[in-house]
Antibody
């Protein structure tokens, strides 16, 4: 069964850091483009970052997180991560990880994890 | 922040047909990139509903259908059911320079 499970969310002060993890089961994560997405309370969906398949040498970030967030992958653990630094109040959201079955341009997200909540507040 | 525009809400009685529009531009939908649709039931993660404009994943009822024309796309729900009450989002490709994947603003479907 293809599944994704996020972890690592929590409460952090503005300017702080947090590392999110996403563990995959039922498929080999390195075969696919993988992404982090987020949904602020009561708001819509926003794509945050992607890491490409294979060596994972291609990464991309939304302008809102560029320079503060870093995506990475551990093939041995079939997991990928989002290191979030210099967190801002506006980064408060439910963070989802998701797989792109089409691997890139024109792709979509399936499946999604259940989400992990990140709250940035003093 | 959303690049694709959807109506905030649509409603219909059980059994009726409703449609949700998704307006893009020549940079995304109009550049011949595919449109995908997601259903988000209250308190749950989004679920893929339609991919590549018109295709339903296994298990999605055939009362859900998608279409695309020019710079916009639409999701139709025929024979509306109470369990269809949810938020719906469209999604397409943005550009490699920023916003690789772009989403619609979201539409709340209410079953009267």
């Amino acid at each position: 069964q293809v599944q994704l499970m996020e972890s690592g969310g929590g409460l952090v002060k503005p300017g702080g850091s947090l590392r999110l993890s996403c563990a995959a089961s039922g498929f080999t994560l390195s075969d696919y483009y993988m992404s982090w997405l987020r949904q602020a309370p009561g708001k819509g969906l926003e794509w945050v970052s992607l890491i490409s398949s294979g060596p994972g040498t291609y990464t991309n970030y939304a302008d809102s997180v560029k320079g503060r967030f870093t995506i990475s992958r551990d093939n041995a653990k079939n997991s990928f991560y989002l290191q979030m630094n210099s967190l801002r109040v506006e980064d408060t959201a439910l963070y989802y990880c998701a797989r792109d079955p089409a691997n890139g341009v024109g792709g979509w997200f399936d499946p999604w994890g259940q989400g992990t909540l990140v709250t940035v507040s003093s | 922040q959303s690049v694709l525009t959807q109506p905030p809400s649509v409603s219909g009685a059980p059994g009726q047909r409703v449609t949700i529009s998704c307006a893009g531009s020549s940079s995304n939908i109009g550049a011949n990139y595919d449109v995908h649709w997601y259903q988000q039931l209250p308190g749950t993660a989004p679920k893929l509903l339609i991919y590549s404009n018109t295709n339903r994943p296994s298990g999605v009822p055939d009362r859900f259908s998608g279409s695309k024309s020019g710079t916009s796309a639409s999701l139709a729900i025929s024979g509306l059911q109470p369990e269809d009450e949810a938020d719906y989002y469209c999604q397409s490709y943005g550009s490699s320079l920023g916003g690789f994947y772009v989403f619609g603003t979201g539409t709340k479907v209410t079953v009267l």
